[in-house]
């Protein structure tokens, strides 16, 4: 489904949050700010590698949660 083909509006119509935090997203859907789930992906990459090279010397690995962050744009429209 097209958004721009079936007229929709932002949030109005349709609300939207986005885990990609590329700059383009924004350019995309056509606004000025995505809302948008932040995710640390340098430092879950860096927490993978410690846990792989722990599994591998035969380490017991816990699985931490995910850090993210919600960071409001204009793409969810508030319910107050």
């Known amino acids: 489904m ?3 083909r079936h007229d929709l509006k ?3 119509d349709l609300s939207l949050v986005s885990f990609d ?9 056509g606004i000025d700010r995505p809302t948008t789930i932040a995710i ?3 430092q879950m990459g860096k927490t993978i590698a410690r846990m ?23 793409t969810v429209l508030s319910l107050e």
């Not at 935090?21 to 859907?29: D, F, I, R």
């Not at 792989?52 to 995910?66: F, L």
């Open 21 to 29: 935090q590329s700059p383009e997203v924004a350019t995309w859907l």
């Open 2 to 4: 097209s958004v721009h």
């Open 40 to 42: 640390p992906l340098e």
């Open 52 to 74: 792989a090279r722990d599994v591998r010397s035969g380490k017991r690995v816990d699985i931490p949660p995910v850090p993210c962050q919600l960071i409001p744009g204009e």
């Open 10 to 12: 932002i949030p109005y």
